[in-house]
């Protein structure tokens, strides 16, 4: 399996190529408009077929596309290969407005493609371990009955799309786990630092289960926290290494096994082997596509109150 990987920036050398140079059976070409920049990781990762403008990736054979550019490019790459009949990898934001989120995932539906989104924190496996049924929701026999995610930043404020799209995308992702609230549902509570959004809290309730995503970025510290609710059970995680659980009164520890690699505690493991499978298989989940869209959508949404 041949697959583009276009932008190679930080996200990209940090978090995806350390993961997807050790994929068996996968072999990468890679494409950045910097000449140097692509030279260099090349040598680096012993990848020989390189270019500079992603239309070239075309003359590659290859068989998907996974896009880390910036924000601002992502539509019009994604389209391209779209259009081109390639599976197509986006790191989040898809786009940073939901017009043109439809207009991407209309073109995969009517190219019976996957439009696969880079959403690492589905694929802790702390959590996933910890909690194997919290992201079904209610659908249990324990059912979940609140999901807060706070993903906090030290002074970092900024305009309200790039605040939603870019970073808040995540906490609100990470609990819009089965994707039907609706924007009339949403309970909002914002602040601002003069005209920058500084804050940012969204809560819901769908049947029995309370929802809340929570991001302040004039905070002490840049700081992540999970905490999940059952009846009579409490999770809460400081760290996608380390939680805490309590049942009945009694407290004991979570982790990661020892030696678990970083990147795997991120969930980019799991995620890319999941890609793999997809392009392999030509075929995503409805459920994921769905979601994927949804959380957009919100986002939009809260956009749009935040700004009238």
Partial sequence: ?????????????????????????????????????????????????????????????????????????????????????????????????????????????????????????????????????????NETEQPLLSLRWEKHRHNLTGDVRTFVFDDYIHPLDSVNIDATVKAEDLHIIRQFDGDQLARLDVQWQNKQTMYHASMHRLHGCTQEIVTANYRNQTFQFDSFVTGKQWVGGVESRVQSPDWTPMLATKGFHAMHEHWASVVESGKQDSQLTARNLHSHYLCEQICQRLTR
């Fill in 1 to 137: 399996m041949k697959i583009g990987v276009i932008g190679l920036g930080d996200i990209a050398e940090k978090a995806h190529l350390p993961v997807l140079t050790q994929l068996s059976d996968i072999e990468l070409v890679f494409c950045t408009r910097n000449a140097e920049r692509v030279a260099q990781l090349a040598a680096k990762y012993r990848v020989s077929e390189t270019c500079t403008d992603y239309r070239q990736l075309l003359t590659f054979d290859i068989d998907a596309v996974m896009i880390h550019s910036a924000t601002l490019s992502h539509f019009e790459i994604a389209h391209f290969f779209l259009s081109q009949g390639l599976p197509v990898f986006v790191d989040k934001p898809l786009s940073d407005n939901y017009a043109d989120c439809e207009i991407l995932h209309e073109l995969a539906e009517i190219k019976s493609l996957p439009l696969f989104m880079g959403f690492n924190r589905r694929y802790i496996p702390l959590f996933n371990k910890s909690m194997p049924n919290y992201q079904i929701g």
